[in-house]
């Protein structure tokens, strides 16, 4: 299976992935444990794209399949069924020795510090610099300054036993840190951390995602501190990916939503309904997007590039990032208001008729509202709207 | 790329906790010391039994083709070794007369008779390369004297000393001096006298005539550069079928084969050698993989970060290397000063430098790499998917 075919399989604009650097491709991923009639299977048919830089929350209840998503990520686990592209390697077909190889290039994070009790905090971090070729001067410089960075300076030569639960976790994270990982797999690592360390910890993954390095970060958690700040939230549920919601796009969509007349007064519940359905579309700079009169079935959000607005044949507003335009006809009882051409190449954000009505079922005090207003006000007076 | 770049992790999994580590190493110690206490009984019986042999003044030896051990001597008529010094290439021709089942010793202070080997031939022969039998062989030529070995065991014949008077098989004997020899399983003392005192005390080993005296060993000298192969060659052409031609090393062979393998002496105390190899294997089995087990989380976590099965091995196989020089230093100290007490009690050759130090190093070590590797499997099944979960 290509990456193209993966590419064009994420048509939800929350879905897809911030960059063009796409660092896991995942496609009708099923995993089951046991066999035969102990066969239990924990994930069915999960697709997932995200590029690099991104930080990923991956959340769920208990036996969502989330553990088991993140391990195979990871490399700890054979792919059975489905595709997996993670950091270049294609984990669908990959033997032991191309995945240690992979895990090389992953920081991982557990909820226990696993550290050697017979070895000093800053032999631990060492333990993994020296998976990193290079002279053992350079390592020890490395592994001190991690340390030094968790605030661990004047405990490196601690061993386990004389640190507290902080300090251990905090050189467990410094392991999988030190050799600047091109991802970070991390399950709960702040639930240990009191909340000056945990905010050091996510200030340095973000630093690791946002800077030279671009690191992607996959977090199991529940921290809202962690959610407030993530780039990607992915929920699991039954051992299917429910929400898979890169987080500026959904509130960029929601924020234009918000902004559109005729959606005004829709929750935030249904704004985050309506962001998740929402697909993707190329569009060609001239290319005519809306005519005005005429029945509508979509509304469109700009993603990408510039469009002109004419009313009556005369210009009358620019479309940019993050602004709306279209119109569902059938539902407002009204043609689209204006006709919009692209100025240069586009990528809008759509909203299909079905997706809108489906997402409203839920908002009855929304849909009560609009039947009022188509009752009582003539189709004039809502065009003026 | 060294396994943790000079984080010598087998290390200091092995010395972290010193009370851990103190059990580790009496465990090896032990089945280090089990291995030499073993092998050095078995050398030491082996050494005892070819004492005799070994001190026989000559190259090569005639005895009877029954003669299975030492211990149990059959006789020749030294008629043969008359017809054998008649051969150019040898020099000069001795009989030994050895009885290890008649001669009793009369202990003086007690008056009880002890079982006792004795040796007699002619003292101006010095058919046994002994210096204080060279050196005081005037004195054993006189009639009813005898040498005696003050290596003996003095719970069962009192002390020798010289000029101690005692019966021997029923005729009074002096001891005339003494002499460093060494007992055996078979023996726990020797006395050494004249051929002529032999034949007094013992007429059995005597014939019709002097030719027909029973020898027990012909100890043939060889004149300079003679080929050993090619005189045995032209002995056995020379002699008839009743007796024998050996060389001394292939008489030493013998002797220590039968006591070796067909006793099968030399054979029990290899199986305890080898009982002292399963032991320590199952020690350090059990001390290995504890420690494996209580870290196996940790070794997990070395897993997902990318170590390999193989370095994580190595890991293991260091700690058992490690492991095993402890405990074979410790079993060495043990053993120097067990092989000194036992050489005091039984008075047994119990040789350190003798009992292959270096070849129980090496069974010590494989001993440990060993049991290291079957404790190092449960690595490989070690999941480090489990620690997401």
């Known amino acids: 299976m290509s990456s193209a075919t993966l590419t064009s399989s994420m048509t939800r604009a929350v879905n897809r992935p911030a960059g063009e650097d796409i660092v896991i491709r995942a496609l009708g991923v099923n995993y089951a444990y046991g066999t035969g009639e102990t066969r239990t299977q924990v994930l069915f048919d999960n697709s997932l794209e995200i590029s690099r830089g991104e930080v990923v929350i991956m959340t769920g209840p208990s036996g969502s399949g989330k553990s088991t998503l993140l391990t195979l990520i990871g490399a700890l686990r054979t792919m059975q069924q489905g595709y997996l592209e993670v950091l270049g390697h294609n984990l669908s077909r990959a033997g032991e020795w191309e995945r240690a190889r992979l895990r090389k290039q992953i920081g991982f994070i557990f909820q226990q510090h696993n550290l050697f009790s017979s070895l000093s905090a800053i032999e631990n971090v060492r333990m993994a610099a020296a998976l990193a070729p290079g002279a053992v001067k350079k390592m020890n410089q490395r592994c001190e300054a991690i340390l030094d960075r968790l605030g661990l300076a004047d405990r490196t030569h601690h061993l386990p036993a004389e640190l507290s639960g902080g300090q251990k976790q905090r050189v467990a994270i410094a392991r999988a840190l030190v050799n600047r990982p091109r991802m970070i797999l991390a399950d709960e690592p702040t639930a240990s951390l009191d909340a000056e360390s945990s905010q050091t910890v996510l200030d340095l993954l973000h630093e690791l995602a946002e800077g030279p390095d671009k690191t992607t970060v996959l977090l199991v958690t529940h921290d809202q501190r962690v959610l407030d700040r993530a780039d990607r939230i992915v929920k699991l549920v039954g051992g299917r990916i429910v929400t898979n919601t890169l987080t500026k796009v959904a509130v960029r969509i929601c924020r234009a939503l918000a902004a559109t007349e005729a959606l005004k007064g829709l929750g935030e519940a249904t704004l985050s309904r309506l962001a998740n359905v929402m697909t993707v579309e190329p569009r060609a700079a001239g290319e005519t997007l809306t005519r005005q009169g005429e029945e509508g079935d979509r509304f469109y959000i700009v993603g990408t590039g510039v469009a002109d607005a004419y009313k009556d044949g005369r210009f009358d507003e620019e479309k940019c990032y993050g602004e709306g335009f279209g119109m569902i006809s059938s539902y407002f009882n009204r043609p689209i208001p204006s006709t919009v051409v692209a100025r240069t190449d586009m990528e809008l954000y759509v909203l299909t008729k079905d997706d809108f009505l489906n997402a409203l079922a839920d908002d009855h005090s929304f849909e009560a509202r609009v039947r009022n207003l188509l009752a009582n006000l003539h189709p004039v007076d809502l065009e003026n709207h | ?389």
């Open chain 2, 1 to 389: 790329m060294a396994f943790g770049n000079k984080v010598p992790l087998a290390w200091r999994n092995l010395t972290e906790s010193k009370p851990r580590l103190f059990a580790s190493v009496a465990g090896a110690a032990f089945a280090v010391t089990l291995m030499f206490m073993e092998n050095g009984f078995r050398n030491a019986l082996l050494d005892s039994m070819v004492n005799v042999i070994e001190r026989l003044d000559g190259e090569m030896v005639l005895v009877s083709p029954t003669l299975y051990t030492l211990s149990v001597p059959f006789s020749f008529p030294l008629q043969r070794l008359i017809q054998a010094e008649g051969l150019p290439e040898v020099e000069s021709a001795s009989p030994v007369y050895v009885t290890t089942r008649t001669g009793y010793w009369r202990r003086p202070d007690t008056g009880a008779l002890v079982r006792v080997c004795v040796i007699g031939y002619p003292p101006e022969d010095d058919a046994l390369d002994i210096p204080e039998l060279r050196e005081n062989r005037d004195a054993w030529s006189r009639p009813n004297v005898v040498m005696a070995d003050r290596e003996s065991r003095e719970d069962q014949f009192g002390k020798f000393e010289t000029g101690v008077v005692s019966e021997l098989s029923g005729r009074t004997m002096e001891i005339a001096g003494t002499f460093a020899l060494g007992i055996n399983v078979q023996s726990n003392g020797n006395l050494v006298m004249s051929d002529r005192n032999m034949m007094k005390v013992f007429p059995e080993l005597g014939g019709p005539s002097l030719i027909d005296r029973k020898v027990t060993v012909g100890v043939l000298r060889v004149r300079p550069g003679t080929d050993l192969d090619q005189l045995r060659v032209a002995l056995r052409e020379a002699l008839p079928a009743d007796v024998r031609v050996l060389t001394k090393d292939e008489f030493i062979a013998k002797e220590r084969e039968f006591w070796d393998k067909v006793a099968p002496v030399g054979t029990v105390f290899l199986i305890g050698v080898v009982m002292g190899f399963i032991v320590g294997a199952m020690i350090c089995h059990q001390v290995l993989h504890a420690d494996i087990s209580d870290r196996l989380a940790e070794f997990a976590t070395l897993k997902a970060m990318g170590y390999s099965n193989a370095q994580l091995f190595r890991v293991v196989l260091m700690q058992a290397f490690y492991l095993s020089l402890m405990g074979y230093a410790a079993g060495l100290l043990v053993s120097v000063l067990l092989f000194d007490w036992v050489h005091h009690v039984t008075s047994l050759p119990m040789d350190l430098s003798r009992n292959n130090p270096l070849a129980i190093l090496a069974l010590t070590v494989v001993m440990c790499l060993g049991s290291g590797a079957l404790a190092a499997r449960s690595l490989i099944s070690v999941d480090p998917a489990e620690l997401f979960a």
